[in-house]
T-cell receptor, first 112, second 115 residues
Framework: DQQVKQNSPSLSVQEGRISILNCDYTNSMFDYFLWYKKYPAEGPTFLISISSIKDKNEDGRFTVFLNKSAKHLSLHIVPSQPGDSAVYFCAAGGTSYGKLTFGQGTILTVHP | EPEVTQTPSHQVTQMGQEVILRCVPISNHLYFYWYRQILGQKVEFLVSFYNNEISEKSEIFDDQFSVERPDGSNFTLKIRSTKLEDSAMYFC?????????????FGAGTRLSVL
């Protein structure tokens, strides 16, 4: 199932700089998208979401951009902090009753 | 802040044995889900549950799997006869409703090891 793809397995960023995590999808029926963060030994924690009728949603340091024509979304973290180091999952929903389809995840490392 | 709790955190079992993974969803949530993540792979949807019925299940959720809400607080996943390939992290999630307006909150997971 490759409907949601995160092509970068890892990303390394300096503290204070911008982190950009990318996600591509293939299913046009997805109508909302979410980013989750996951620390080791914990469950995914919701970060931010965006509906397909919007192209941007912002919450503090986190902004999600959606480009429907390209079937691409990205998560921007500005400024990045060492505590942001985690695995970030892109997920998509709307094709059926609550089911979320996840990407493979991107390991973000923010260096002090 | 309310949270989804899962027990046990780690379950070790022998192949062919039955296991029950337990979850306590957030109290005012009505929709419940199980996902799993095999080591090194994606988080995969297993099943969604509402009003004491399965709303949807994936291909993975075959006859060996069942879910139940035995009382007003618990939500369980049973694997009748475990296989080696069932070894994974199992996550329970809950939401107020399944729409985009209401996010799914996840528990910390149960690591199932089938020997």
């Amino acid at each position: 199932d490759q409907q949601v793809k995160q092509n970068s397995p890892s990303l390394s960023v300096q503290e204070g700089r911008i982190s950009i995590l990318n996600c591509d999808y293939t299913n046009s029926m997805f109508d909302y998208f979410l980013w989750y963060k996951k620390y080791p030994a914990e469950g995914p924690t919701f970060l931010i979401s965006i509906s397909s009728i919007k192209d941007k949603n912002e919450d503090g340091r986190f902004t999600v951009f959606l480009n429907k024509s390209a079937k691409h979304l990205s998560l921007h973290i500005v400024p990045s902090q060492p505590g942001d180091s985690a695995v970030y999952f892109c997920a998509a929903g709307g094709t059926s009753y609550g089911k979320l389809t996840f990407g493979q995840g991107t390991i973000l490392t923010v260096h002090p | 802040e309310p949270e989804v709790t899962q027990t046990p955190s780690h379950q070790v079992t022998q192949m062919g044995q039955e296991v029950i993974l337990r979850c306590v969803p957030i109290s005012n949530h009505l929709y419940f889900y199980w996902y799993r993540q095999i080591l090194g792979q994606k988080v995969e949807f297993l099943v969604s549950f509402y009003n004491n019925e399965i709303s949807e299940k994936s291909e993975i959720f075959d006859d060996q799997f069942s879910v139940e809400r035995p009382d007003g607080s618990n939500f369980t996943l049973k694997i009748r006869s475990t296989k080696l390939e069932d070894s994974a992290m199992y996550f329970c999630a809950s939401s107020v409703d399944p729409s985009a307006k209401n996010i799914q909150y996840f528990g910390a997971g149960t690591r199932l090891s089938v020997l």
